[in-house]
């Protein structure tokens, strides 16, 4: 198998805090790789990394094979970035700011402009002063400006940002384009994740600087990822019954829903309507549900064992 990036016990330290602990990551070439974690998870730290712009203070990064240094120009070359919010020269017009960024880069194709701001829908703007774009537009002409000199590595934090759902769309088909067609290796952080369950490839999760799963999608997939979800009168009887009576170990109270999700299968659902019965707790309703990537995730940010 190739790797397009490979981490090895990568770490960063703040003030002698860990903010990046020992993380192996594996990115295979060609794929779309999803980055999820909530914010202050250290996605952004660990990109910065990646792209030269941070110095680990342990571990190795091998990108193309080979171990990124101080003075890996050529290698940085072939990367291509959005590292948190893109920024831009505001007077300057969407091309001038393409020109300059060619420029800086070596790249000398002329009508490298033209198709990037044409791949991200930035039509009949190319003129008009950067101040004057709206968030979404400025989010796309920062994907152009990361695209532009066709990169064989693709790092890209939190791109959807300020995009309505209809530019959420076309940034997705934009990316399974660059992959598919292009043969770019994509990194994508974000934190909606029913975009990442559309596009991804592997999904890799990282909470409090550790990466607590790195697995292609349809293995996540095919987990025994089922459960039943419980709304009952009395949440706080319900609880003791379920983990003093039934011996459950391996379910959680979601408050914002207002339901149990119980992810164990040592009892079935009419040992549950049974027990709940017995000690007069109302059931308002009990039924099976296929998990989310959603679910998946919440799951692991709260440390609930993740069953499969």
């Known amino acids: 198998m190739t790797y397009m990036l490979r981490t090895r016990q990568l770490t960063k330290l703040y003030g002698g805090v860990e903010v990046v602990s020992k993380v192996n990551m594996n990115v295979r070439r060609g794929e779309i790789y999803g980055f999820l974690g909530p914010n202050g998870a250290g996605k952004t730290t660990l990109m910065k990394m990646i792209t030269g712009l941070v110095r680990p203070t342990e571990g190795e990064i091998e990108i193309m094979g080979e171990k990124l240094q101080t ?101 997705r088909d934009l990316f399974f384009k660059l992959s598919r067609q292009y043969g770019m290796t994509l990194i994508i952080s974000s934190h909606i994740l029913a975009e990442m369950e559309q596009i991804a490839d592997t999904i890799g999760v990282i909470r409090e600087g550790r990466l607590v799963v790195e697995a292609p999608l349809e293995d996540i997939r095919n987990k025994q990822t089922d459960h039943l979800e419980l709304m009952v009168s009395n949440h706080t009887g319900a609880a003791f019954v379920l983990e003093n009576e039934l011996n459950l170990t391996n379910f959680r109270w979601r408050e914002d829903k207002g339901v149990f999700q119980i992810y164990d299968h040592k009892v079935n659902q009419s040992d549950i309507v049974e027990a709940m019965v017995r000690r007069r707790i109302r059931i308002d309703s009990i039924y099976q549900r296929n998990q989310s990537l959603e679910d998946y995730f919440l799951q692991l940010m709260e440390g609930v064992e993740v069953n499969g």
């Open 71 to 171: 003075q890996s120009y050529e290698m940085l070359k072939k990367i291509g970035s959005i590292i948190e919010y893109p920024r831009f020269y505001e007077r300057l017009s969407a091309e001038q700011n393409l020109e300059l960024h060619c420029e800086y880069m070596g790249y000398y194709k002329k009508e490298a402009i033209a198709e990037s701001l044409q791949l991200v829908n930035l039509v009949n703007v190319e003129k008009k002063p950067v101040k004057e774009f709206s968030l979404g537009m400025k989010q796309r002409l920062g994907i152009a400006r990361a695209i532009i000199t066709k990169p064989e590595f693709l790092i890209l934090d939190e791109p959807v940002n300020g995009l309505d759902p209809i530019g959420m769309h076309e940034i």
